[in-house]
Nanobody, 126 residues
Framework: QVQLVESGGGLVQAGGSLRLSCAASGLVFSTYQVGWFRQAPGKEREFVARLSWTDRSTYYSDSVKGRFTISRDNAKSTMYLQMNSLKPEDTAVYYC???????????????????WGQGTQVTVSS
């Protein structure tokens, strides 16, 4: 049974930083592409970032590029999202996700991610 457990959300002032963590179990973590998505109130869930299973390919949404960094520690089966220069528009529930099948070729579609964390709230005050 695959489980993803998130931590690290909270309240921060604009311009501040937060790091989200997501610990995975029940799968061979190193063989899966991982990603982060977010959902703001009244909006659809949107892609934030992804990191390939090879750990060599990253992709970010335009809204977070240059401010957020996705990373992974395969030895700990954990992924991270370092968020810097936070803005009020980054306020959302953030979800970690793992692609449905191993050795994926890279996707930003939420439908290609079959495993999801419980979500963690990030609130950025102005």
């Amino acid at each position: 049974q695959v489980q993803l457990v998130e931590s690290g959300g909270g309240l921060v002032q604009a311009g501040g930083s937060l790091r989200l963590s997501c610990a995975a179990s029940g799968l061979v973590f190193s063989t899966y592409q991982v990603g982060w998505f977010r959902q703001a109130p009244g909006k659809e869930r949107e892609f934030v970032a992804r990191l390939s299973w090879t750990d060599r390919s990253t992709y970010y949404s335009d809204s977070v590029k240059g401010r957020f960094t996705i990373s992974r520690d395969n030895a700990k089966s954990t992924m991270y999202l370092q968020m810097n220069s936070l803005k009020p528009e980054d306020t959302a529930v953030y979800y970690c996700a793992v692609e449905s099948a191993p050795y994926g070729s890279g996707s930003q579609r939420s439908s290609d991610f079959g495993y999801w964390g419980q979500g963690t709230q990030v609130t950025v005050s102005s």
